[in-house]
């Protein structure tokens, strides 16, 4: 059982680095808002869709387009990233300042029903805008970075087998790495990042000593949002199919994995992202095999929250998280 298990162990981590980093990168947008105003943005997930149709629907009009689809298709990417990460960006802005604003003194619980109301007004408005152009609501985006990578995993070490990856693989995990590092930097080196940070620690200090605590807010959805959006593209590249309810599942394991790292901690959620990938993808290659055929792939969901629960049971923070007293 054992041999078998390293045999398929190179392609369970490329698929689950595949999937950690998109896991990670829509999680950093739900502890950046849980941070500062310890809200879960449950519309987050929907973001993410958004992203991924507005970054389909950008990719089949340049394709379509004669000397636009001439260019190299990296170039046509970088370009359609940025527009889609400004659009959902403006996005989570807005969501912000018409939905969660009015609400900031209320209490908690009324704020997070009116996310999972947005979250449902987003999922129908797209699905009524693919169905009324499309005619479907799944939408299947323009084949690129198709191509096939071999991996000769067997010539390191006999007892693996050998893996391959689409070229979409290396652009996927190369730009989620840059995106997360860039958020890094812009949180813990910039004066915006600085003002973040205080706001998370003491909003009502931060507005006493001239930080405007609204525009901070704002641009915490903004950078969330924007990061949300270009995972979404990221996510269409890789998998070429989308529809209006795959950020709900989405959504929820990372949220997951923001729990996981630790609710509040960039760099939590970056790692708790990862680990919730391979974990998952480990299950779904492995699982019948541990459990003697009793649970299949389809318990994949079953085995990573398990092992959640698991790590919350004996440190309730989270992997890098931090014990917070109550105020009094």
């Known amino acids: 059982m054992f041999q078998e298990i390293l045999q398929s162990l190179p392609q369970v981590l490329i698929d689950g680095l595949t999937l950690g980093t998109v896991y990670a990168v829509i999680a950093l947008g739900y502890t950046m808002v849980y941070g500062i105003l310890e809200l879960i943005n449950f519309a987050h997930g929907e ?87 499309k005619g479907n609501y799944i939408v299947t985006g323009p084949s690129l970075f198709t191509s096939q990578i071999k991996i000769e995993a067997s010539a390191v ?24 590092i860039a958020l890094d930097y812009f949180v813990n080196r910039t004066k915006w990042g600085m003002a973040m940070r205080a706001v998370a620690l003491d909003r009502d200090t931060a507005a006493l000593m001239s930080v405007n605590v609204n525009k901070v807010i704002s641009i915490t959805f903004f950078v969330g949002s924007a990061l949300g959006g270009a995972t979404g593209v990221l996510f ?63 318990y994949k969901d079953v085995f990573a929250f398990a092992i959640l629960i698991i790590v919350l049971i004996f440190r309730p923070e989270g992997l890098l998280g931090k014990p917070v007293a109550e105020k009094v």
Do not use: C, H
């Open 47 to 133: 973001i993410f869709m958004s992203g991924a149709f507005i970054g389909t629907a950008l990719l089949l009009i340049l394709t379509g387009i004669g000397w636009v689809s001439a260019l190299p298709t990296i170039v046509m990417l970088i370009f359609v990233l940025l527009v889609t990460a400004v659009l959902t960006g403006l996005l989570g802005m807005g969501i912000e300042r018409v939905a969660y604003r009015p609400l900031r003194n209320a209490p908690k619980l009324i704020p997070l029903i009116t996310a999972i109301g947005i979250s449902f007004l987003l999922q129908d408005l797209v699905r009524f805008i693919a169905e009324l152009t």
């Open 157 to 180: 070490l006999s007892v693996f087998d050998n893996a391959s990856i689409k070229s979409s693989f290396i652009i996927v995990l190369v730009t989620a790495v840059i995106l997360m």
């Open 236 to 298: 269409a590249v890789q998998y070429g199919t989308v529809d209006p309810y795959i950020g709900f599942i989405l959504g929820l394991k990372a949220f997951t994995a923001a729990v996981l790292g630790g609710i509040g901690n960039i760099r939590g959620a970056m790692l708790g992202g990862l680990i919730l990938g391979l974990m998952e993808m480990f299950a779904s290659a492995n699982l019948s095999l541990l459990t003697g055929g009793v649970f299949g792939a389809e």
